[in-house]
């Protein structure tokens, strides 16, 4: 059955960039949003393609992710239910600086720039409030990164998990032994670091009995202990 408008809105309404949307202007942006799947693996859309379209996540999860000239791969982000990405596309038709691909059954809300950009033309106060959500945003990433900047890795490791472990919440999970689908490969590209170095604080972790390592996935069982080897 396709999703209501109002099925659509209440979405949005927990995505932080159109947080500060009003229940009039929340069923405006909903009306042209449109119900969009990924498979596992299948790329959103790619690294210098045009950018005319922004995505919500209504299920599942997506990473977006840069390749060097030499073939390596770097994991810029994750993102799950709630997350926003490929946003800039609501302001301008730049092209993509990174590619997001599915990381499982992906299901999204996906809006065209150009309906976007009438909607605020027709709406100032779509266009302020928008505008104010996505500078909270930058600022928050601004200061994400000067942190990161500053920590080991053994830091970069702990917050990454525990960004996936707040996606697996997001997502149904429980407080406790919280399921993460990730390979040690992802979580080191997601946190900067080497597969070894990465490898080597698992380890710590495992043995500490704050998580116990499958394959392809990772369990938390006390998600609150990554707080004390994060500085």
Same mark, same amino acid.
């Given at each position: ?9 209440? $979405? ?19 009306? $042209?949003? =449109? ?16 950018? *005319? ?45 990174? &590619? ?31 505008? =104010? ?8 990433? *601004? ?15 702990? &917050? ?19 399921? $993460?689908? &990730? ?49």
């Amino acid at each position: 059955m396709p999703a209501s408008t109002e099925d659509i809105a209440s $979405v949005l309404a927990a995505v932080p960039a159109f947080a500060e949307l009003g229940p009039q202007e929340l069923s405006e942006v909903a009306a $042209v949003a =449109v119900p969009r799947s990924f498979a596992p693996g299948e790329a959103v859309f790619c690294e210098g393609d045009a950018s *005319n379209t922004c995505y919500v996540v209504r299920e599942g999860r997506a990473r977006a992710i840069r390749e060097h000239a030499d073939g390596r791969q770097i994991t810029l982000a994750t993102f799950g239910p709630g997350d926003i990405f490929g946003e800039l596309a609501m302001f301008d038709e730049e092209r993509r600086s990174a &590619t997001v691909e599915a990381i499982d059954e992906l299901e999204v809300l996906a809006i065209l720039g150009g309906d976007m950009r009438r909607l605020m033309r027709d709406h100032a106060d779509i266009a302020v409030k928008l505008a =104010v959500a996505l500078a909270r945003r930058l600022r928050g990433t *601004n200061e994400r990164l000067a942190q990161q900047s500053f920590q080991t890795v053994q830091s970069r490791v702990a &917050t990454a998990l525990a960004q996936l472990v707040e996606q697996a919440r997001a997502a149904g999970a429980g407080e406790q032994d919280v399921e $993460v689908t &990730t390979t040690q490969a992802d979580l080191a590209k997601l946190a900067g670091s080497s597969r070894e170095s990465a490898s080597r604080f698992l380890a710590v972790l495992e043995r500490a009995g704050v998580i116990s390592q499958g394959r392809g996935r990772l369990t938390v069982h006390d998600p609150s202990a990554l707080a004390g080897y994060v500085y």
